[in-house]
């Protein structure tokens, strides 16, 4: 899958809100906290890809075992063992392995309200150094001594955040993800963006069928959400993303429910209704040709290698 778009640059001073109809939504490890740190496998999603997604959080992800790409807002970056990455605001990104074999990573992501975005001069700092205007991504190397900085505060923030009630510190949490940002925004560059219309348009089209992927959507729903035609909307999913608007449907959907699959003990023809599927034996039919196996036995797979 191939996708370009463009982030946008903050202009609402509650920032706990922007974006709240396109963006992921992200469950913090504590409520109204907004820091998020844990470990990933790729082996636990669809295709050992991760959907495409933004929000207007910083990202920061470190490589544990394995390696993999990030596809950020048409870039593509290759990481391996003892690699890192920062994904600055609002770009659309997704992490995967095109060799569709497992990758164990960290990653923590810091809301802007965090580093004090809620209040003016806060808000007029972020947009400066982590808006639009700068680079979408940095890869971080060992190597580089800032950059080495920055992988040791990733590690530490979530070591600190995943240590348990007892054990965390919110003030040296937050010291630690004021120091990882200040990091980057120190080194990253100024960068000149072009063509934000196009990026708009193919953004609002995937974040619809993201937004409404349980719902009975057809091509007329998807090119409405981005205010083109028809063929304007296959020519934009055939030459960013490489496939077709229904197929990108379709490797949404089939992505979200092997999250349920493996994440909740809804039934068979609960997970195929609430993932837009008109019934389960369809869902089977699609499930096992995108996967190669049934919902049934990727259940039983998944529940042997937790």
């Known amino acids: 899958m191939k996708i370009i778009l463009e982030g946008a640059i903050i202009d609402n001073i509650h920032v706990l809100e922007l974006f709240s109809d396109l963006t992921e939504r992200l469950d913090y490890n504590f409520p109204g906290f907004p820091l998020y740190a844990k470990s990933g ?5 669809h295709q050992f890809t991760c959907p495409c997604h933004k929000h207007v959080d910083l990202e920061f992800a470190f490589i544990l075992r394995g390696e993999m790409d990030y596809f950020v807002n048409g870039q593509i970056a290759r990481l391996e063992q003892g690699d890192g990455i920062f994904i600055n605001s609002n770009r659309l990104h997704y992490n995967y392995s095109k060799d569709s074999t497992n990758c164990v990573y960290l990653v923590v992501i810091i809301h802007p309200s965090l580093l004090g975005a809620d209040t003016y001069l806060g808000k007029e700092f972020f947009n400066q150094r982590f808006g639009a205007g700068n680079e979408d991504f940095c890869v971080l190397k060992k190597e580089t001594p800032w950059q080495n900085e920055a992988l040791s505060l990733i590690s530490a923030i979530h070591d600190e955040l995943n240590a348990g009630e007892s054990g965390h510190n919110l003030l040296r949490l937050i010291s630690l993800a004021t120091s990882l940002c200040a990091e980057i925004s120190e080194n990253i560059q100024a960068t000149q963006k072009t063509d934000e219309a196009t990026w708009s348009i193919l953004w609002n089209m995937t974040g619809f069928i993201q937004k409404n992927y349980a719902e009975k ?8 959400a981005g205010q083109v035609c028809r063929s304007r909307c296959c020519k934009f999913f055939n030459m960013y993303m490489e496939q ?31 993932c837009g599927f008109q019934s389960s034996s369809y869902f089977t039919q699609i499930f096992k040709k995108e996967t190669g196996i049934t ?5 039983k797979q998944q529940a042997k290698n937790p």
């Open 295 to 299: 919902p049934k036995e990727y259940r």
């Open 217 to 224: 959507i057809n091509l007329d729903d998807i090119a409405a």
């Open 244 to 274: 077709t608007p229904n197929a990108y449907l379709t490797w949404y959907r089939v992505s979200k429910s092997c999250e349920m699959l493996r994440e909740s003990g809804m039934s068979i023809i609960e997970i195929a209704m609430a």
């Open 41 to 45: 496998e790729l082996r636990y999603y």
